[in-house]
């Protein structure tokens, strides 16, 4: 008889938790502006929310590099890609939003990116899949931090957010099944409990432009200026 591989309901429940915090931040968002409590909340979410979307995709792209595998993340992330871009395009026309349909598919709306970034992560993935780790990672992150120097680097194919969230995407594809028995430890709760609380009060002392935590912006237009120490 053959046996069923049991569903790993955590990265069920993650990922529902993960979508309802999208939500409320979302709503949240217009009232961020009246509430110094609310906007550093505001932020604290951002902070979390698509980095752990990012690190859970890369945790299940195991696979990458077999083959036709290239050929199946394209159907699953560029074909909706185009899809709802077209959709969108439209909506915003007849909105009054944009005086007429405008189609550049490099050029990703909404929340689009994150189907075009996880397409590219997917290629990269694939490319550096058999270096070493403690060669790939560092690499990565310095490009992440180093990106925002460039005013080149930004929206269009979302370019800066590819370069910029890589890093904990990798992250998730590194992470294996006995790593994430140790994060299902309840020991892990009252210590994540502790760092957004920590990440709360930062905030609420000293808020940031939410634009920061997007990653689709070089360091220029964020601060008006441009230092060594930006990235910081």
Do not use: C
């Not at 590219?120 to 490009?143: S, T, W």
Request: proline share 5%; glycine share 6%; no cysteine.
């Amino acid at each position: 008889m053959t046996h069923l591989k049991e569903r790993d309901y955590f990265f069920d429940n993650a990922k529902a938790l993960l979508i309802f915090l999208v939500v409320l931040g979302h709503i949240m968002q217009p009232y961020t502006g009246s509430s110094k409590h609310l906007a550093a909340l505001y932020l604290t979410i951002f902070s979390f929310h698509m980095p752990g979307f990012l690190f859970i995709s890369g945790y299940f792209a195991k696979k990458a590099g077999q083959a036709g595998y290239l050929e199946k993340v394209s159907k699953k992330l560029l074909i909706p890609y185009v899809i709802f871009f077209g959709f969108f395009s439209f909506y915003y026309y007849f909105t009054g939003k944009e005086d007429s349909v405008q189609f550049d598919p490099f050029d990703p709306v909404f929340a689009l990116w994150f189907l075009l970034t996880l397409f590219f992560f997917h290629v990269i993935l694939v490319i550096v899949k058999d270096y070493k780790p403690y060669f790939v990672l560092p690499i990565a992150i310095i490009f992440s931090l180093f990106a925002g120097y460039s005013t080149n680097i930004d929206n269009y194919l979302s370019f800066s957010r590819t370069i910029m969230f890589f890093p904990i995407f990798y992250i998730g594809y590194l992470f294996n099944s006995h790593h994430i028995k140790m994060l299902k430890n309840k020991k892990f709760i009252p210590i994540s409990i502790i760092v957004l609380v920590i990440f709360y009060v930062i905030y609420s002392i000293h808020p940031i432009n939410s634009d920061w935590l997007f990653g689709d912006s070089p360091y220029m237009t964020l601060e008006g200026k441009q230092s060594f120490y930006s990235p910081l």
